[in-house]
């Protein structure tokens, strides 16, 4: 595998203003544990390795177990998994695959039962975030390890 483009460098402004978008979302006060979830299941869902690999090893430094890990791709069918993640993970379907049936009312409700409105606009801004990463991971040839030297 070959990097295409190193991002960081190509255009450094353009990586500062996403990287603002992250350090805003990682500060609106979300649980730190949830706000990895989110991440990870945008980043399954966009088939995005270097997020879901980057993403997995924060959790796994935060404590999680590898039970947890192994079945955030399937956490519908999963008990390990709280009622206020499962409305989050929920969300980042939705909110991932928007163009397929926007928010339907029955995620936004569920959401609304674990989150503030505060809290529900943080969950969508970290979703927003983490798939203008994935989409500029892989748009650019990302890959887990691309950059280790």
Known sequence: MK????????NPAA???????E??????????????????RASQINGCAFCVDMH?????????????????V???????FTEKERAALALTEAVTR???????????EE????????DYVALIITINA???????AISTGMFPGCFDN
């Open 98 to 108: 928007i163009a397929d049936a926007g928010v339907p009312e029955a995620v936004y």
């Open 111 to 118: 959401a609304r039962k674990h989150f503030s409105e505060s």
């Open 3 to 10: 990097l295409r483009i190193d991002h960081r460098k190509a």
């Open 23 to 40: 350090d805003a979302a990682t500060k609106m006060g979300l649980d730190p544990v949830l706000f990895e979830l989110v991440k990870i």
């Open 74 to 80: 399937v956490w519908r069918e999963s008990p390990v």
């Open 130 to 136: 983490i798939n203008s990463w994935n989409r500029l």
């Open 15 to 21: 990586y500062q203003a996403l990287a603002k978008l």
């Open 56 to 72: 997995i090893k924060d959790l796994r430094k935060m404590g999680e177990s590898e039970e947890r890990l192994a079945l955030v």
